[in-house]
C-alpha cells in the first residue's frame, strides 16, 4: 500500500526499516478508506516513521507511544529524513493518528485516562466555559484546549507572572514553521484563552494583544518598498532607444522621481516639466476641462530631480477619451505610442 504514496525504492526500504514499518501498509490504507488527500497521508505516513525511530532511540517500544515525548524531540528534532515538517501541526496530527491505529491493532495500550488526568486545571475550566458560554462545539473546544495547553506546558508558570514577551516569543516560535490555516486557528484560540484568563484575574489584562496577527490577505509577501541600489538597477534595466524600453523608463521614472501613482501614470499624458518649477501636467487636469470623471484631480507639482528632465519623448500620451473627443490636446504631448 505504500507503494501508492512514494516511489523511490530508497524511500521505501527506510520507511519499512523502522520499528513503525510492519503497520505503515495497515496505517496507509487506513488513510485512504478515511478520504485523506495524497499529500495529507505522505505527511501522516512520515511523522508515523519518524515517531518510530524516536521511540527506539528513546529505549521503548510502539506498545507504549508517548506523544507529549515526541513533542518534546520535535523542538531539537535534526533527524536527517525527519521530511514534512519537524514542528507542526502536521506532524503531531499523523503521530496522534498512527497511535490511534495502533490502539485499534491491540499494538499500543489506551492512556486516554493518563491523558485527562494529565490536563491543566485552567485547561479544564477553559473547555468548560467554552461550552457553557460561548455553545462551542466540540471539535472547536479541542482545538482551542490544544493550543491552551500547548502554552501552558510551554511557560511552565503562572499565568500571573506572563510577560507580553514571553507569549510572542512563544507563538512566533510555535508558528515559524506553520502553514496559513494553522496559523490563522492558533492566533484565534491563544486570543480566546488569555482573554478567559485576565477575565478570571488569572493574568494581567491585555496580554491577548501581544498575539501578532498573520499576514493573510493578498501579495502580502511582496516587500513595501524597494531600496535605492534596487531602484538604480530597475532604471537602468530599461535603458535602450527601443520604445518599448524607453515607454518603460518613463514610467519607471513617473512612479519613483515624481512620486506618481500607479493610476495617475495609466491615465497621465507626456510630463512638461521646467527646471524651475517642476510641473508636471495629468491627463485628469486637462480632462476637468471636458467634463472627465477626473474632476476632483489637480495638476501636481513635485521638486525637479535628477531624472525629472530626462523622460523620453513621445512615449507617453493622454488615455482619457472623453478629452480626444471633445478636442482639448496639449501641444507638447507626443502621439500615442502605447
Not at 161 to 170: E, I, K, L, M, Q
Not at 281 to 293: K, N, V, Y
Request: proline content about 4%.
Amino acid at each position: 500500500m505504500l507503494e501508492t504514496y512514494f516511489s523511490a525504492a530508497k524511500m521505501l526500504g527506510h520507511l519499512r526499516s523502522g520499528p513503525s514499518g510492519p503497520y505503515l501498509d495497515g496505517f496507509a490504507a487506513a488513510l485512504e478508506q478515511q478520504g485523506y488527500c495524497p499529500e495529507t497521508a505522505v505527511r501522516y505516513l512520515r511523522a508515523a516513521a519518524h515517531i518510530g525511530h524516536v521511540i527506539t532511540e528513546q529505549g521503548a517500544g510502539l506498545t507504549d507511544v508517548d506523544l507529549a515525548a515526541f513533542g518534546e524531540h520535535l523542538r531539537t528534532c535534526r533527524c536527517p529524513r525527519a521530511k514534512g515538517g519537524r514542528r507542526n501541526h502536521h506532524t503531531i496530527y499523523g503521530a496522534r493518528l498512527f497511535r490511534r491505529h495502533l490502539v485499534e491493532l491491540g499494538v499500543c495500550r489506551s492512556a486516554a485516562v493518563g491523558a485527562a488526568s494529565a490536563e491543566p486545571q485552567l485547561v479544564a475550566d477553559f473547555k468548560t466555559w467554552l461550552r457553557k458560554h460561548r455553545g462551542a462545539s466540540d471539535p472547536t473546544v479541542r482545538l482551542y484546549a490544544r493550543d491552551a495547553a500547548g502554552l501552558m506546558m510551554e511557560l511552565r508558570s503562572d499565568p500571573a507572572g506572563w510577560r507580553p514577551n514571553d507569549v510572542r516569543s512563544y507563538f512566533l516560535e510555535r508558528t515559524s514553521n506553520s502553514g496559513s490555516g494553522t496559523i490563522e486557528k492558533m492566533t484565534t484560540s491563544l486570543r480566546a484563552f488569555l482573554r478567559y484568563l485576565a477575565v478570571a484575574g488569572r493574568c494581567q489584562a491585555g496580554l491577548d494583544g501581544t498575539v501578532p496577527a498573520y499576514a493573510h490577505w493578498q501579495l502580502a509577501d511582496m516587500p513595501r518598498y524597494l531600496s535605492t541600489e534596487q531602484v538604480d538597477r530597475l532604471i537602468a534595466a530599461c535603458d535602450g532607444d527601443a520604445g518599448a524600453r524607453r515607454r518603460d523608463r518613463a514610467i519607471v521614472l513617473l512612479l519613483v522621481r515624481l512620486g506618481l501613482r500607479a493610476g495617475d501614470v495609466a491615465h497621465c499624458a507626456s510630463p512638461i516639466s521646467s527646471g524651475k518649477q517642476g510641473r508636471c501636467g495629468s491627463a485628469a487636469s486637462r480632462a476637468t476641462r471636458s467634463g472627465c470623471r477626473y474632476r476632483k484631480t489637480s495638476g501636481m507639482r513635485s521638486p525637479p530631480t535628477s531624472n525629472a528632465g530626462r523622460l523620453p519623448a513621445g512615449t507617453i500620451s493622454c488615455s482619457c477619451a472623453r478629452s480626444r473627443r471633445a478636442g482639448h490636446s496639449d501641444e507638447a504631448t507626443a502621439s500615442r505610442r502605447w
